[in-house]
């Protein structure tokens, strides 16, 4: 069964992410931090759930090194809590790194689920006639972790079949067949990208004049979501640019507020980061429900 955001033209899909994971990375603000942060790994589940554990521990580790790195080299604030090798700890700069580190867990949180979302062929159809060489590069970057992870397995995987593990002997044993995999991965990453080249010179692409297929229909669904999408993105940009997303930590932490403008702000995030969630809970029940009437 195919996503439901991924269901839509892929303009919409592209929006969503464009608002969700920019606001996130200009907002810093705690409540608005943490809606991004909770719905990021709660779409991320549902895109996924055999990686819940691995996206939790992940983002601990992010968030709770951004905490260290922060307190440790910004002494700014009024609230001493400590001193560690003489240099005081505060509880501004604590809460600034907590927030950084918040604000870092879930744009990569959210990379992910583009990734899953927002794949090569519908990052071409956006870009490609307009900047067919940069959508090609950035595509291509975009996929190169993924693939060259899951390629590295099979390496790792192929190498153990003829006695030579990378986790077995000592240490010098160890590097050697490490190095080995690495060896024969960047052979066949540049063998792959020659390939992938000549592949796409031969098709014509980049030629001025060529035309492009498309799978992809703009309906009305897709304009009500989209006009959903750009109006709720403007009215936070707005705010941001106001300074309705930002929360001042030093010299002293500024109180959070809940009255007015920032109930509209917080609602209006909460409600266009948790969409995607909301969609697909939808579409799983149009499709269960489609089942038993059957």
């Known amino acids: 069964m195919e996503r439901a955001l991924a269901s839509y033209h892929p303009i919409v899909s592209f929006l969503f992410f464009v608002v969700v994971i920019g606001m996130s990375m200009l907002y810093m603000h705690p409540v608005l931090l943490l809606i991004s942060l909770i719905s990021a790994i709660i779409y991320s589940t549902i895109l996924n759930k055999e990686k819940f554990k691995q996206t939790l521990s992940f983002t601990s580790i992010i968030i709770l090194g951004a905490i260290i790195a922060n307190a440790m080299f910004v002494n700014r604030g009024f609230t001493v809590l400590f001193y560690f090798r003489q240099n005081p700890v505060t509880l501004e700069s604590i809460?600034?790194?907590?927030?950084?580190?918040?604000?870092?867990?879930?744009?990569?949180?959210?990379?992910?689920?583009?990734?899953?979302?927002?794949?090569?062929?519908?990052?071409?159809?956006?870009?490609?006639?307009?900047?067919?060489?940069?959508?090609?590069?950035?595509?291509?970057?975009?996929?190169?972790?993924?693939?060259?992870?899951?390629?590295?397995?099979?390496?790792?995987?192929?190498?153990?079949?003829?006695?030579?593990?990378?986790?077995?002997?000592?240490?010098?044993?160890?590097?050697?067949?490490?190095?080995?995999?690495?060896?024969i991965l960047v052979t066949w990453a540049l063998e792959d990208a020659v390939q992938t080249a000549d592949s796409m010179k031969a098709r014509g692409y980049g030629i001025k004049g060529r035309t492009n297929f498309s799978i992809y229909r703009f309906i009305k669904r897709d304009m009500i979501m989209l006009v959903i999408i750009g109006t709720i993105g403007l009215f936070l940009f707005m705010g941001y640019i106001n300074g309705y997303g930002n929360l001042m930590f030093y010299p002293s932490i500024e109180n959070i507020r809940f009255d007015g403008l920032y109930m509209a702000i917080y609602l209006s995030f909460f409600l266009i980061t948790l969409l995607p969630?909301?969609?697909?809970?939808?579409?799983?029940?149009?499709?269960?429900y489609s089942e038993w009437m059957d």
């Not at 992870?149 to 593990?165: F, H, M, P, R, Y």
């Not at 969630?277 to 269960?288: A, D, H, N, P, T």
Request: hydrophobic letters at 45%.
């Open 277 to 288: 969630s909301f969609l697909e809970i939808v579409e799983e029940y149009k499709w269960k």
């Open 95 to 183: 809460s600034y790194g907590l927030c950084a580190g918040i604000m870092m867990a879930s744009v990569v949180v959210w990379f992910s689920c583009y990734n899953e979302i927002i794949t090569s062929d519908k990052f071409l159809y956006i870009f490609g006639k307009t900047f067919p060489s940069i959508a090609l590069m950035i595509s291509m970057v975009l996929r190169l972790i993924p693939k060259l992870t899951e390629q590295t397995k099979i390496i790792a995987k192929s190498q153990k079949t003829v006695g030579l593990d990378y986790s077995e002997g000592n240490i010098k044993m160890k590097i050697k067949s490490s190095m080995r995999i690495l060896s």
